[in-house]
């Protein structure tokens, strides 16, 4: 036997006095839950049994509305509105067919697109959720149901609240839209927020773009729950025959989103979405005060979103996807474009600080400039004859400036621009801000792999070839020189406050670098602002203004236009007229600028798409804002006029003295 | 009388019938249960739980035969290499593992995700039975034969899995160590000190230490998935849908609570209330008598075993299949507080019907090889 069995075969007998507890622990368990289930199935079977059958609990979510968000004087932006949904609650549906069939009848909608809806929430959220069948119901939808309702069971009316948005276009990209949270997103979201608590539902409303995106978590709030005892056919019961719910019954109250107090200023908001309306205009343009905080942000053409609100149509969605203006992007910070002549004031100010040219040297500026064995054109065929750097900011001189570029070389350039802020991100709160672009020898050769050619500084000095920015960087660019050197971080939310108005964050103005710190990398002098400011002044005030046509009596605005080619053309083109081409090849008009002149309050940056001038295109959208800002904060000045007091005194060296600038 | 008669009788004759039928009748319950669980009035494209199910069911009894065939003291030899590469695995998922419902509890093998603490279990008692199969203790265990079992065998997995979090596994790892530890018998004055140092820390803790806030995280802190109103309004539903079945309930698929508005995880953790309202107080019975039998047969078996390793083993098994019934039974019928425990051969579940059966059939092979008095 041994040669079977192990020698601590007896061993193994040592336990037999401990099985007895184990058989005593298994025999009293199954005694302890059978009299247990005696209590419950037997003893108060009769009276669950009821209970289950009339009764059971149901939670239904309350939404909670969404913050408010207010304008810098509290007026509303974007508010809430309410209205009614319908919803099917599929577990109290006797036949689900024959109601999707009434129901579908009842809104005008195909009895399938009901059934699509079931199964789709029943994938999603499983089978317990009641499923929104239509929202934004109209009167006579709401009478159909309540009529409806009497026959089939599961079919409610809820209360919902709807997102507003009362300036409708304007602005639309800026402040965003909320949709639904979709299937796809559901898992993604879920994850990404699970830290924070927050558990998504198909369904649920979520910011998608601008701000309702950017500051989702504030304005979002927390959706309250009633519990309530329903019947198996889902209708309210009463009673409570065991006091099983006690404390289960009742309503959790939802709480609303935080609300936002913007920086944006609705009358200059409106101010400049109307002069886009006028000029039938497409672009984006903003205005900011000089410490950041912007005041207006336009994109057009734009959208309505509270036609997200109610659940876009395809067939919209469709349309503004494919419309080639883009009405969905956000201009002011998604566009790329060259600067053009926009870029000059920014080389005058690097070709000062780096003194490759005074005040007072007299430059000799004609039609053409021969650079190797490429003609370099001025826009203007007969050109400029002898000019200083104001002169040449004025009437936007390329061959000062391709002198300009080719004295300073890129190395130089990209140190000044990159200070003012192009090719970086600006960090306002806005999503998909684009970086742009300001090119440099090292980064041609990482991603092109070329050399960096010296006929690439003329393009550059005139704001052409591989330089890329939008209308925010630029304002933020012309700010600086401004307020003589401060690179500002633009904002856009002034405050965020809870749902009973009590101040939670204060976002405070921010100094990113001051170009004119005399131990920073800059330390660009006062003087050499000046000079810069004096030029962009002349080309709204100056005789020769290429802005004169947008000047304003009572307020010197400064500033410079520029155009964007959208394509190249041969020499002979360049002259043609830009309004002869078809639209998509016209020029892009740019107007970036402060105001006033001397001590600005305000920048503005306008990007006015195919428009050919930047003069007529850009600066007219310029004037309106800067317009309506002093009509609301400086009502005083609209008496003023300027033009008669201040004689422009034009530039320090108007006659040509004896240091020309040969070639 | 002797081995000869065991070498001559067929394989058939050598399983423990006694041990088998309960098993395949928790199961077939467990079957027709889950489809009715899984295919309630208002629902669509749930066979995928359902078959997927029947998928594991089939692998688990490979897994069965198979451990059945194979002498459990190769798995013993094994065993600390067993435990160590589980261990690693519990190690990999505090670090590479999915997060789901707040914990990270899964590694993501592609086909499924594996929850390691689930096998640990299995590991737990089979090196435990090594260990303590190797002495004997005729007065009981000291502090000193302890340390080593408890403290590093039992403890080390126990905080791995408590850091994931999953208090509820780790409490299991803890209660099933300690069966076998107790089963072994440990010295009476060593059991009198721990008892009453546990008494007195928890509820002098519970009354003087704790505030209520704190008291309800640790509830949270068993299972966060669950808010307070959740919790309750779990156990009142399961309350009523148990109750309801009243003596024979309300028939196959016709359970109003369990097809109609009720809790999300009916086919795991709840699954025994769906049973007691469509069988009534005659199908819940009739289970945990059922399981009963099983618990039975396994004890006759560790009595039968030809060494102590295999007593323990299946002492070990009996042991963790007994708490789950317990822990989760007595959650569905509102003895114990809601712990996210699932019911053994009832509840959905891949890992842990692998798990089970591979624990089975350990068992099953002690079975086979045991000493016939």
Known sequence: ?663 | MNGFQIEERGFFKKLDWNFIIPLLLLQFIGIINLYSATHGVAEIETDRLFLSQIFWLVNGWMVFIFMTFVDYQFFLRAAYLIYALNALALIAVMFFGKVALGAQRWLDLGFFSYQPSESMKLCIIMVLAKVLSQKSYPDGMGVKDLAFPLLILIGVPFFITAEQPDLGTAMMILIIGSSILFFVRIRRSILIAMTALLVVGATGAWFFGLRDYQKHRIYTFIDPNQDPRGKGYNSIQSKIAVGSGQMLGKGFRKGTQSQLEFLPERHTDFIYSVLSEEFGFFGSFFTIATFGLLYLAMLRIAQQARDKAGALLTIGVMASLFWHMFINIGMVIGLLPIVGIPLPLLSYGGSNMLTTMAALGLVSSVSYRKYLF
């Open chain 1, 1 to 663: 036997m041994s040669q079977y069995l192990p020698s601590n075969e007896m061993e193994a007998k040592q336990y037999h006095p401990r099985y007895r507890l184990a058989y005593l622990l298994v025999g009293f368990t199954v005694l302890v839950f059978s009299f247990r289930l005696w209590y419950l199935q037997i003893i108060n079977g009769a009276e669950l049994r009821q209970f289950s059958e009339q009764n059971s609990i149901k939670e239904t979510k309350i939404p909670a509305p969404r913050g408010i968000i207010y304008d810098r004087n509290g007026e509303v932006l974007v508010e809430n509105l309410p209205g009614f949904e319908v919803t099917l609650s599929p577990q109290y549906v006797s036949n689900l067919e024959e109601t999707a069939e009434a129901l579908g009848a009842a809104l005008n909608m195909p009895a399938s697109y009901v059934m699509q809806l079931v199964q789709k929430s029943r994938r999603v959220n499983g089978p317990f959720r009641s499923v929104r069948i239509k929202d934004n119901l109209t009167r006579d939808d709401i009478f159909n149901i309540e009529v409806l309702k009497q026959d089939y069971t599961g079919v409610d009316i809820k209360e919902t609240v709807l997102r507003a948005y009362p300036l409708h276009e304007n602005g639309a990209q800026f402040f965003g839209y909320v949709g639904e949270v979709s299937k796809r997103q559901l898992p993604l979201l879920n994850e990404k927020f699970s830290a924070k608590g927050i558990k998504f539902q198909q369904g649920d409303l979520i910011g998608t773009s601008g701000l309702e995106e950017g500051y989702d978590l504030e304005l979002r709030g927390k959706d309250g729950i009633s519990v309530a005892q329903v019947d198996a056919h889902g209708r309210e019961a009463f009673g409570d025959p065991m006091g099983l719910l006690g404390s289960m019954g009742g309503v959790t109250q939802a709480a609303p989103g935080r609300n936002l107090i913007l920086t944006i200023d609705k009358d200059i908001q409106e101010a400049a979405w109307q002069s886009f309306l006028e000029g039938n205009r497409i672009g984006g343009a903003i205005a900011m005060k000089t410490n950041g905080e912007i005041l207006a942000w336009v994109s057009a053409p734009s959208f309505d979103p509270n036609e997200f609100s109610t659940g876009i149509s395809p067939d919209l969605w469709r349309r503004l996807v494919n419309d080639p203006d883009k009405p969905l992007r956000n201009k002011p910070i998604q566009d790329h474009n060259s600067p053009g002549s926009t870029f000059k004031p920014l080389i005058a100010l690097a070709s000062l600080a780096e003194n490759v040219v005074t005040p007072n040297t007299v430059v000799a500026c004609p039609g053409a400039l021969r650079f190797g064995s490429r003609l370099y054109h001025d826009h203007l065929k007969g050109g400029h004859g002898n000019i200083v750097i104001t002169q040449a900011i004025e009437r936007s001189s390329n061959v000062f400036f391709y002198k300009m570029g080719d004295r300073l070389g890129i190395d130089k350039m990209f140190h000044y621009c990159d200070g003012l802020g192009i090719g970086r991100r600006t960090g306002v709160e806005l999503g998909g801000e684009r970086s742009g672009l300001m090119p440099s020898a090292p980064w041609k050769k990482e991603t092109i792999g070329e050399e960096w050619q010296l006929g690439e500084n003329l393009s550059v000095a005139i704001g052409q070839g591989f330089v890329l920015t939008n209308p925010l960087q630029m304002a933020v660019a012309y700010n600086a020189i401004g307020n003589e050197g401060k690179i500002v971080k633009p904002f856009v939310v002034k405050r965020i406050l809870s749902n009973d108005n009590k101040v939670l964050r204060e976002n405070e103005p921010q100094v990113v670098r001051d170009l004119a710190d005399p131990s920073g990398p800059y330390h660009v002098k006062k003087e050499v602002f000046k000079t810069v400011k004096e030029g962009l002044r002349l080309v709204v005030n100056g005789e020769r203004g290429t802005a004169r046509g947008s000047r304003l009596a009572y307020i010197e605005m400064a500033g410079k236009t520029g155009t964007s080619q959208v394509m190249s053309f041969s020499a002979d083109q360049i002259y043609g007229s830009c309004e002869a081409r078809p639209k998509y090849q016209r020029h892009h008009g740019w107007f970036i600028g402060y105001a006033p002149a001397d001590n600005p309050e305000i920048a503005f940056g306008v990007l006015a798409e195919h428009a050919c001038h930047g003069a007529s295109g850009a600066a007219p959208v310029a004037k309106a804002m800067v317009a309506a800002y002093v009509a609301k904060y400086h009502p005083e000045w609209l008496e003023r006029d300027l033009r008669k007091t201040k004689k422009a005194p034009g530039a320090p060296a108007a006659e040509p003295s004896s240091n020309i600038e040969g070639e």
